[in-house]
């Protein structure tokens, strides 16, 4: 299995900094790589699939980068409703793996 | 509008089986694959399996072989999870989620609103 390793597990923050949410992968995913945020008590919402593809509706704030086994998710300019946790996945083989997961709290 | 509607939550005892339903609609039933997802109470996402719309055909996470079963009714355009002998720890938010299918990555990109499962004696 693909094992997805999410750092910060945690990170505090103020509106409009800069917030870089890296995930790796134990083996090589290519671009098969998904950034999903989560809100409580509500479903994962897609960010960006195919590692940097930003979803329709989705903010320009929200970037993803990276192939192979190391992606990044970068919020350029934290807003209140960014506040959440963020996961990845990888659909590049079976199991499907997410990593743990990425809480973003208020500074 | 594409969704997902999932059945209600459940109450369940150690030991018993429970069935989460997924309705789509606003898309082509028979073009997506669907998976299923859990999420244990502030705990991470864990995927469980999923299920070819067309055929029917599975494939489950190894951790859950023998003790769930995906099914499918394309005449109402919805999912089945069904999850056996269960324990407490199967307590958790039970997801489906709709493959984006290989041009789109490939990854989750609608999901039900979650179906809370609670197992206790």
């Known amino acids: 299995d693909i094992q997805m390793t999410q750092s910060p597990s945690s990170v505090s923050a103020s509106v409009g900094d800069r917030v870089t949410i890296t995930c790796r992968a134990s083996q090589d995913v290519s671009t098969w790589l998904a950034w999903y945020q989560q809100q409580p008590g509500t479903a994962p919402k897609l960010l960006i699939s195919?590692?940097?593809s930003l979803q329709s509706g989705v903010p320009s704030r929200f970037s993803g980068s990276g192939s192979g086994t190391e992606f990044t998710l970068t919020i350029s300019s934290l807003q209140p409703e960014d506040f959440a946790t963020y996961f990845c996945l990888q659909s590049k083989s079976f199991p499907r793996t997410f990593g743990q997961g990425t809480k973003v709290e208020i500074k | 509008q594409m969704q997902l509607v999932q059945s209600g939550a459940e109450v369940k005892k150690p030991g018993a089986s429970v069935e989460v339903s997924c309705k789509t609609s606003g898309f082509p039933f028979s073009e997506f694959h669907m998976h299923w997802v859990r999420q244990a109470p502030g705990q991470g996402l864990e995927w469980m399996g999923w299920?070819?719309?067309?055929?029917?055909?599975?494939s489950y996470a190894q951790k859950f072989q023998g003790r769930v079963v995906m099914t499918r009714d394309t005449s109402i355009s919805t999912f089945y999870m069904e999850l056996s002998s269960l324990e407490s720890d199967d307590s958790a938010i039970y997801y489906c989620?709709?493959?984006?299918?290989?041009?789109?990555?490939?990854?989750?990109?609608?999901w039900g609103q979650g179906t809370v499962v609670a197992v206790s004696s």
């Open positions: 299920i070819s719309p067309n055929t029917g055909d599975t």
């Open positions: 195919a590692a940097s």
């Open positions: 989620a709709r493959d984006s299918g290989p041009a789109y990555g490939g990854t989750f990109d609608i």
